[in-house]
């Protein structure tokens, strides 16, 4: 047995996202968005399921705030619904959903728990995708007008800020794969979005320093880790390909200024080009207090000519899987936060989620999901690793606090540490909350 144990100074939290938990859809003056469209396209979401009532943590975060409390986390992070501050995205301010971030964020601190707002986790307003959602430079600047009224409106309740939630999801997942709203299959559409959230990054950012407003500022990009089937080039480059569509496409143009050679060139051979207008690189490529890291999975990968996007196969080599059917991968954790620090440098890093979706019932009135308190001990261990050789982590947020409205899988994929009967809305503690909460209190855990 071995013991883990991280530095004293590191934040632990859990997290969640508004249109996953939230529901209340139509209370308050809340506007659509793309996932109330989606959701109720027949076709998109497994069993027709969508986000009208969710959790109903609207009206239940009290009980939230008090099962946090008791967990003993430092920091929680959600995410704002875009279209309850501004139900047309742009115009006038809906104040009912100011006034319930307030209440929220008021109770958060009112029981020590430190709030980092995401202010976009994909529930686009729906009156911004009817003039071409983020493929139409204005619905940038409409991104940056929302979040500098958040800035002044929240400054000095909150004071850790993500701009936008996994820009590989939003662009490419949403808009090429097309699995998630609005749900296109387009590549040079997703890729000029890939640009336009950047930018949108950047533009908020600008709004940030501009607003002289204490507190830190960062995005939390998805990496999924590849390793190569082989030593042979061919596969070494397929893989580096797979890998760079979520690593150096979204941390090259913010970290170093530019977009990646060896990317752009490969989407130029499948027609693709990416307009960047004057001023833009200025706007993406300016300083971030920290970077969120998302990591859930990792796959081998070979080059197979004409395969996929990037002439690329993913490889069954007998990983063992998640109930989302995702290789559990933690040694790519490790090397991704390695690989960042090799190529970035030591930026303090908060990793905004990680966790596993287990799709285990109530049972006497106990959930016994093992398996997820596993994949947490392994992907701990290598965070461990990778604080020990010297990647800045400030702390550790696990997805989710809640089982909660699981995008195109609906209710059917769990990745909470609470369960949630979404019949009843009864909330239950999984064995997994009680192991993070001993974690969280002890600082260390037996591996
Ligand atoms: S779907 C997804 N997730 C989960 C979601 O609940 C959360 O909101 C996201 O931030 C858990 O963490 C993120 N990520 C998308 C991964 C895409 C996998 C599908 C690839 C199919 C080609």
């Given at each position: 047995m071995a013991i883990i144990e991280f530095p004293k100074d590191i934040r632990w939290g859990a997290a969640t996202a508004a249109y996953q938990i939230e529901g209340?859809?139509?209370?308050?003056?809340r506007g659509l968005s793309i996932w109330d469209t989606f959701s109720k396209t027949p076709g998109k979401v497994l069993n027709g399921d969508?986000?009208?009532?969710?959790?109903?943590s609207y009206h239940r975060y009290e009980e939230d705030i008090e099962l946090m409390k008791e967990l003993g986390i430092d920091i929680y992070r959600f995410s704002v619904s875009w279209p309850r501050i501004f139900p047309t995205g742009t115009g006038e301010v809906n104040q009912s959903g100011l006034q319930y971030y307030h209440d929220f964020v008021d109770a958060l601190l009112a029981n020590g728990i430190e709030p980092m707002c995401t202010l976009y986790h994909w529930d686009l307003p729906q009156a911004l995708q009817d003039k071409g959602?983020?493929?139409?430079r204005e619905t940038v600047d409409a991104f940056a007008e929302y979040s500098d009224l958040m800035f002044k409106e929240f400054d000095g309740k909150i004071k850790k800020w993500i701009t936008i939630n996994e820009p590989w999801c939003v662009s490419f997942l949403s808009?090429?794969?097309?699995?998630?709203?609005?749900g296109y299959q387009n590549l040079q559409l997703a890729t000029t979005i890939s640009h336009h959230l950047l930018l949108a990054h950047g533009k908020a950012v600008t709004k940030f320093r501009e607003s002289g407003l204490t507190g830190e500022i960062g995005y939390a990009p998805n990496l999924e880790w590849n390793e190569p089937y082989s030593n042979k080039q061919e596969d070494i480059d397929a893989c580096n390909r797979g890998m760079g569509w979520f690593i150096e496409w979204f941390f090259d143009p913010v970290f170093k200024g530019s977009y990646p050679q060896f990317m752009l060139d490969w989407f130029e051979k499948k027609g693709v080009t990416l307009s960047i207008q004057d001023g833009d690189m200025a706007f993406i490529h300016q300083p971030i207090d920290f970077v969120g890291i998302n990591y859930y999975t990792g796959s081998v990968v070979r080059y197979k000519e004409n395969h996929e996007l990037f002439d690329n196969e993913k490889v069954d080599i007998g990983y063992e899987k998640t109930d989302f059917d995702w290789n559990i991968y933690p040694e790519g954790f490790y090397k991704a936060l390695s690989k960042l620090k090799d190529q970035y440098g030591q930026i303090p890093i908060y990793i905004t989620e990680n966790g596993a979706c287990y799709n285990d019932g109530v049972e006497n009135g106990r959930v016994k999901d093992q398996r997820r308190i596993d994949y947490l001990k392994q992907h701990l261990t290598s965070l461990s690793r990778a604080i020990d050789s010297?990647?800045?982590?400030k702390g550790y947020l696990t997805w989710s606090l809640l089982d909660n409205f699981?995008?195109?899988?609906g209710y059917d994929k769990r990745f909470g540490i609470i369960h949630v009967d979404f019949n009843t809305l009864e909330r239950t503690k999984k064995d997994s909350y009680y192991w993070y909460k001993q974690t969280i209190k002890n600082g260390w855990f037996d591996m």
């Open positions: 209340a859809a139509t209370k308050d003056g969508n986000g009208d009532i969710a959790c109903d959602g983020w493929e139409n808009n090429f794969i097309g699995i998630h709203a609005p010297g990647v800045n982590i699981e995008w195109a899988e």
